[in-house]
């Protein structure tokens, strides 16, 4: 692999990422639910279009950070103390940022939709604070940055599938136990306080698998020559398809009943591994020709990221007496929701006191050191 390579493909993943996140929640009705309220015919649409988006989760999101976080430790190796100072700079000072906005903006949605006194109660309790500093739980999509922040933790493990690719296979392992340990805890301690923990402490540790898959990816991509990758993207795409007919046999269910098929056990492993056939296909197709306009946008997919829900809590209380289908709520939803917060991350980008809140700018009380260009984990 050429080392001045400007890794596009990644580039075009980052952005996929972020962007993807506003459709994903966009596809659910306002509370998250299938469109539950409507005929099947009706909520066919949002769900068809929800199969396709979700083939980019976050899990795609910690498989480009820890590649990154590779990639810089092969290029300019640090202790692991130094690199994860640095990483709980990067990561965790914007997370509680965004906790306390997202704690109080959430109060707007609640006030609108009837249960602004539950989550005012729920704020008086220490609980509910570790839960949203800990856990991330002030926001539906703010579990990301806690859960990169643990699996980075363990990163020199995924130094050793850079070495053996055959150690990405341990995802296969990592998800079959992550969806044992779940169903045990969940039917098990259902009502336990401890529950959220014990349930995030097992992802970080399974999610291990994703890391591995990272660190076989970067380990492939640095030692073959250019364009040699390529000869797997059929192989790639045959597998994708396969994973995408559960996925339609998954939607088709949620369709029929109106509910998430969480017991239908094909669908989870179409989701969690459609990730990573994702990454290996664009990475198996890095000696393409890809836009160099993607690596200029790419910085700002973090901040659509982190940024998206506010707009969509705005369009859900907007839509609220409105006698729209779902396909069309699901239409403004994106479209709005995609343009108004690309305008606002733009903003903030260069808006050198709140820059950093999105990963664009340094660090408060770091801004008297040399300066560079920053890397972030995403």
Known sequence: MPQDNRLIWLDALRLTAGVS????????????????????AERTGPLLLRAVIYTARTELFLMISVFLLLMAQDRSPRSYGVTMAQQARRLLIPFL?????????????????????????????????????LLGGSKYHMHFIPTLFGLLLIFPLFKLATKMPTLGLTVLVCLVTKREIDSFLWNTFYAADWLPFALRAAKILTYAGYGMVAGTAYGLWSAAREGRLAQWVPLLGYLGGLLF??????????????????????????????????????????????????????????GIYLCHPIFLDMFEIALKDQ?????????????????????????????????WTIGMGPLPGFTKRPKRKVSHAV
């Open 21 to 40: 996140m506003i459709g994903l929640h966009a596809t659910a009705d306002s509370t998250g639910q299938p469109w539950v309220d409507f005929s099947m």
């Open 97 to 133: 940022f965004w906790t306390v906005f997202y704690t109080f903006f959430s109060l707007i949605k609640a006030g609108v939709f009837g249960y602004q006194n539950t989550l005012l109660e729920a704020l008086t309790k220490p609980e509910t604070w570790a839960d949203y500093l």
């Open 245 to 302: 007919a559960i996925k339609l046999i998954a939607t088709y269910k949620t369709v029929q009943t109106g509910a998430w098929p969480y017991t239908y056990t094909p669908a989870y492993y179409a989701d969690f591994l459609m990730p990573v056939l994702l990454f290996g296909t664009a990475m198996a197709l890095g000696h393409k020709g890809w836009p160099v306009l993607l690596s200029r946008i790419a910085p700002y997919s973090f």
């Open 323 to 355: 006698t729209l289908t779902p396909i069309s709520q699901v239409c403004i939803k994106i479209a709005g929701s995609a343009l108004l917060t690309s305008i606002l991350v733009w903003a903030l980008a260069r808006f050198r006191p709140l820059a």
